[in-house]
T-cell receptor, first 117, second 113 residues
Framework: NAGVMQNPRHLVRRRGQEARLRCSPM?????VYWYRQLPEEGLKFMVY????????ESGMPKERFSAEFPKEGPSILRIQQVVRGDSAAYFC???????????????FGEGSRLTVL | AQTVTQSQPEMSVQEAETVTLSCTYDTSESDYYLFWYKQPPSRQMILVIR??????QNATENRFSVNFQKAAKSFSLKISDSQLGDAAMYFCAYGGGADGLTFGKGTHLIIQP
């Protein structure tokens, strides 16, 4: 049973370019979360999605950032016109549906490290 | 909103000794989960231990145990017989079910050989 898969593991972009980060949740998981980790800091919540729905995007910057979790395919975190301050590790996590053994635990991918030059 | 506070940015312990990492949280909920995650240099987030708030018994996983004080909203992690492989960032996290987790800022644990 594959874990949460994120790609790319490392991404380098120049200021003004677009970054796309992908996340495939664990099989049977329908909840996806994106977190950002700045150097020497903890994980900050960005967005919570279920299939085709954004449930909570209170942690997402209002501009340039968007996320989706389509019916088919991985969840995508998209950052337009990247700036140096976007350099961080972006973690995706998933959890199963409520009532199906959900223990509150999140299962994390290995993260995508974005570097903006 | 829930908050999680880890007041120790860094802790150091001799190999084979015991160390306790502190965590406090704030919530108005009565039913929730608490977690300790470990993040080694590889940056993978690894679950160490989990506690359900409705359980009075402290969770234990081999050398890892917690001291859960619900009234005080305290959730400390004790690592016994510390090993070099325990060196990592440790994050305390609060969870309310399907709502995701709120993390503390982390404690950097150093193991002295």
């Amino acid at each position: 049973n594959a874990g949460v898969m994120q790609n790319p593991r490392h991404l380098v972009r120049r200021r003004g370019q677009e970054a796309r980060l992908r996340c495939s949740p664990m099989k049977g998981h329908s909840h996806v979360y994106w977190y950002r980790q700045l150097p020497e800091e903890g994980l900050k919540f960005m967005v919570y999605l279920q299939k085709e729905n954004i449930i909570d995007e209170s942690g997402m910057p209002k501009e340039r950032f968007s996320a989706e979790f389509p019916k088919e395919g991985p969840s995508i975190l998209r950052i337009q016109q990247v700036v140096r301050g976007d350099s961080a590790a972006y973690f995706c996590a998933s959890s199963p549906r409520m009532g199906t053994g959900n223990t509150g635990e999140l299962f994390f991918g290995e993260g995508s490290r974005l570097t903006v030059l | 909103a829930q908050t999680v506070t880890q007041s120790q940015p860094e802790m150091s312990v001799q190999e084979a000794e015991t160390v306790t990492l502190s965590c406090t949280y704030d919530t108005s909920e009565s039913d929730y989960y608490l977690f300790w995650y470990k993040q080694p240099p590889s940056r993978q987030m690894i679950l160490v231990i989990r506690q359900e708030a409705y359980k009075q018994q402290n969770a234990t996983e081999n050398r890892f145990s917690v001291n859960f004080q619900k009234a005080a909203k305290s959730f400390s992690l004790k690592i016994s017989d510390s090993q070099l492989g325990d060196a990592a960032m440790y994050f305390c996290a609060y969870g309310g079910g399907a709502d995701g987790l709120t993390f503390g800022k982390g404690t950097h644990l150093i193991i002295q050989p």
